[in-house]
């Protein structure tokens, strides 16, 4: 029989302002800033339209986090006594910088949701095609799109690319277009 914590890293990390709706287990650790606490966090970031938990991606190796037994995927619910479920990453950002070297903060943390997906990994550039090539020579190259693809469709989007055809628009939004070799000079490939 599954344990508590292996049945809720099954569920995805649907976001809750309230700490006592979290399913996962609550771990309070102490954890000292030597100079930094050693995680990398994502989430709340002003990209995605729903709230996100403020989720642990990674714990550097021998840091103070790591020795405390922090782990990728711990969702951060309390930093000193301040809830933290919705608020913007920079904030934490900024309030984790405001503890000094060698001071000890307590950090309540909610363990066994999977890590939840990034807006990073929804996005693609999607080259258009031209068989006649009459467009690809007006412009040098041929049409692009820059999609945030729908968490539902991401699946059916990945298996449908190869062919090449798809409209784009039936699986999500296109954040913009143009036509070319070269993407705008804002655009990075990931």
């Not at 809750?16 to 996962?24: M, S």
């Not at 409209?167 to 993407?183: F, K, M, P, Q």
Request: charged fraction near 25%; charge should be negative; glycine fraction near 8%.
């Amino acid at each position: 029989m599954p344990s508590k914590s292996e049945e809720v890293k099954k569920l995805e990390p649907i976001f809750t302002p309230y700490p006592a709706e979290l399913k996962g287990e609550i771990i309070n650790v102490g954890i000292k800033k030597d100079p930094t606490f050693g995680i990398f966090i994502f989430g709340m970031n002003g990209i995605c339209v729903e709230n996100e938990f403020i989720q642990v991606t990674e714990v550097v190796p021998e840091s103070p986090a790591h020795i405390c037994g922090v782990l990728p995927g711990d969702i951060i619910v309390y930093i000193k006594q301040e809830c933290v479920l919705g608020t913007w990453r920079e904030d934490v950002l900024t309030l984790l910088d405001s503890f000094s070297v060698g001071d000890t903060v307590n950090f309540q943390l909610c363990r066994g949701y999977a890590l939840q997906e990034t807006m990073d990994s929804r996005i693609y550039i999607v080259r258009g095609r031209d068989p006649t090539n009459l467009f690809s020579s007006a412009t040098r190259g041929g049409a692009w799109h820059y999609v945030l693809v729908d968490k539902d469709k991401k699946e059916d989007f990945q298996e449908n690319i190869e062919t090449g055809n798809l409209d784009v628009a039936d699986y999500g939004r296109i954040l913009c277009s143009g036509w070319g070799n070269t993407l705008h000079k804002t655009l990075k490939l990931k």
